[in-house]
């Protein structure tokens, strides 16, 4: 049984991690807000440009093809997974159910017989996908200086260097996997095809009332000069998503982290107090027993 001191020890030690993480989860609760707003603020440009994109694409005429970054190589034999996770964890399962979606699309493409690589963004999931996919690695990317919510440039940069290796050949189709935020309590693992672009099945049409368009310049360039900044929005939106996610995964695990840690203080305060109570006891006896004695 641990002594009085191990015991006093013990729940100053829990005490003193329950006072890190509340104030961890205090402070992801106020980053969660601003990543919250910033999340939903670019959800209404992105279908926008997702409608504008497959409108755009719908309406090109028969044995048009497209601009490559829509039509493809005519090949799906190569596949790159860009999978993007945080720098830092205590956010509970939420780089873990990544990797997950990760490891099942890995599964999935090379029990076809497809070649795989691997892009991460974000060291966590770099870290768990290297144990066991570490030659499938082509390139990372690092966001530990990203600061606040302001993906547009690491965004930007990371759109430029798929499309980049895209245009070298380096594979034929590119697919983003991250964590959707839902709510605070719920963040879901997603695919998405970012190449060849295709525009979510939900996007919006728009209503033309009858009206035909004469586009200048012609429908293939407006495409390519517009795919590759709607990629750009895609990751930049997902990477907004995955921070607002991130937050409330950490929030939320800080928050049980606390929790628990309170009732670890009751338990080992119950057992100091146990222990206590029966030195006293023992104290008493010894007292009695020596008066007794005299």
Do not use: C, W
């Not at 009206?211 to 200048?216: K, L």
């Not at 310049?217 to 929005?233: K, V």
């Amino acid at each position: 049984m641990p002594s009085l001191k191990d015991l006093k020890n013990r729940i100053s030690s829990v005490k003193s991690t329950r006072k890190i993480t509340k104030a961890m989860q205090m402070v992801a609760a106020a980053k969660l807000k601003r990543a919250q707003d910033a999340a939903a603020a670019s959800r209404p440009y992105a279908r926008r440009m997702a409608s504008v994109v497959a409108n755009l694409a719908g309406s090109m005429g028969e044995g048009s093809s497209g601009p490559k970054l829509l039509s493809g190589t005519g090949s799906d034999q190569t596949h790159l997974i860009v999978v993007l996770t945080s720098e830092r964890g205590l956010a509970g399962g939420f780089n873990t159910y990544v990797v997950k979606e990760a490891r099942r699309l890995i599964a999935e493409l090379s029990g076809a017989g497809k070649t795989v690589k691997i892009l991460t963004v974000g060291k966590k999931g770099r870290e768990q996908l290297k144990r066991g996919f570490s030659e499938l690695f082509v390139g990372h990317l690092d966001l530990s200086e990203i600061k606040g919510n302001d993906y547009s440039e690491a965004g930007i940069g990371l759109g430029k260097e798929i499309t980049g290796r895209f245009e070298a050949g380096e594979f034929d189709v590119a697919t983003l996997v991250y964590s959707q935020f839902e709510n605070v309590l719920t963040q879901t693992p997603v695919s998405q095809q970012l190449i060849p672009a295709q525009a979510p099945a939900d996007a919006e049409t728009i209503d033309l009332k009858g009206a035909t368009y004469i586009y200048e310049p012609s429908q293939e360039e407006i495409l390519e000069t517009l795919l590759p900044r709607y990629i750009n929005t895609q990751i930049i939106s997902a990477m907004l998503e995955s921070g607002a996610g991130e937050q409330a995964a950490r929030m939320t695990a800080m928050d049980n982290a606390t929790r628990n840690a309170g009732d670890m203080i009751d338990d080992l305060s119950m057992q100091y107090n146990r222990a206590r109570q029966a030195q006293i006891t023992k104290e008493l006896i010894e007292i009695i027993s020596g008066a007794e004695a005299l």
